[in-house]
C-alpha cells in the first residue's frame, strides 16, 4: 500500500482481556518495527522485525507481549491479559531494505485504552 | 542500554523568533534521524545524518550532526504556528541491530 496501515485506530478492552494490534507495512518493506507512546511521551522500542524472523525483541514489557509477521508483510501484536499500564499508543513502522536516508514511515496508531 | 536525551523538554516561541533542540546519546551513532509529530499526529521522518560534523538544511530548518557523532541539534530560523509539535531525534548504535533508539522529544509551541 501506500503507507503504513494499522487497525483498529482506536481500541478499548478491559483489564484481563487479550488484544491484537494489526500493522499492514508499505510494499517492499522488509523492516518493521513497533514503537509504545504513552500520553505526552516518547516512543519506546518494542520489536523489530526483518522479513519474518525477530532480530531484537528486546523491548518486550513483559511476557503477556508477542509479535509475529507472516509472509514478510503483515505484523500483529498480541496482549495478552492486559493491564490499565498497557494503556498507550501502539506505533508501527517499516522502513526500505535499501536504506537510502529515507528513515521510517510511521502508521497512524493503534490507541488502546485499558479500563 | 543507550539513551537519547534532549533539552530543552519544552520551549514556547513566538512567531519569528528561533528554536533550537539539542539531543545527546550516551553512545556514539552511526546515524541520526530528526522527526517531527503534530499534535494528535504520528511521527514523520525530516532527515538523516551519517557523517562527522554534518550539517543539512531544509529551507529554515538546520541540522547537525556532531563532530564524535553522539550528539546533533535541529535549529529553525524565523518559527511559524506551522513549526508547532514534538520533535525527535532518533539515533542508530554502530555495529548491530537496525532499531533506532528515539530521544525524549523537544515539544514545541508558537504564538502570534
Known amino acids: 500500500g501506500a503507507g503504513v496501515s494499522q487497525s483498529p485506530s482506536n481500541k478499548v478492552t478491559e483489564k484481563g482481556k487479550d488484544v491484537e494490534l494489526r500493522c499492514d507495512p508499505i510494499s517492499g518493506h522488509t523492516a518493521l518495527y513497533w514503537y509504545r507512546q504513552s500520553l505526552g511521551q516518547g516512543l519506546e522500542f518494542l520489536i523489530y522485525f526483518q522479513g519474518n524472523s525477530a532480530p531484537d525483541k528486546s523491548g518486550l514489557p513483559s511476557d503477556r507481549f508477542s509479535a509475529e509477521r507472516t509472509g514478510g508483510s503483515v505484523s500483529t501484536l498480541t496482549i495478552q491479559r492486559t493491564q490499565q499500564e498497557d494503556s498507550a499508543v501502539y506505533l508501527c513502522?517499516?522502513?526500505?531494505?535499501?536504506?537510502?536516508?529515507?528513515?521510517?514511515?510511521f502508521g497512524s496508531g493503534t490507541r488502546l485504552t485499558v479500563v | 542500554g543507550q539513551q537519547v536525551m534532549q533539552i530543552p523538554q519544552y520551549q514556547h516561541v513566538q512567531e519569528g523568533e528561533d528554536f533550537t533542540t539539542y539531543c545527546n546519546s550516551s553512545t556514539t551513532l552511526s546515524n541520526i534521524q530528526w522527526y517531527k509529530q503534530r499534535p494528535g499526529g504520528h511521527p514523520v521522518f525530516l532527515i538523516q545524518l551519517v557523517k562527522s560534523g554534518e550539517v543539512k538544511k531544509q529551507k529554515r530548518l538546520t541540522f547537525q550532526f556532531g563532530e564524535a557523532k553522539k550528539n546533533s541539534s535541529l535549529h529553525i530560523t524565523a518559527t511559524q504556528t506551522t513549526d508547532v509539535g514534538t520533535y525527535f531525534c532518533?539515533?542508530?548504535?554502530?555495529?548491530?541491530?537496525?532499531?533506532?533508539?528515539f530521544g525524549t522529544g523537544t515539544r514545541l509551541q508558537v504564538t502570534l
Open positions: 532518533a539515533g542508530k548504535n554502530t555495529g548491530t541491530a537496525s532499531k533506532l533508539t
Open positions: 513502522a517499516s522502513s526500505s531494505p535499501q536504506g537510502g536516508g529515507y528513515g521510517y514511515t
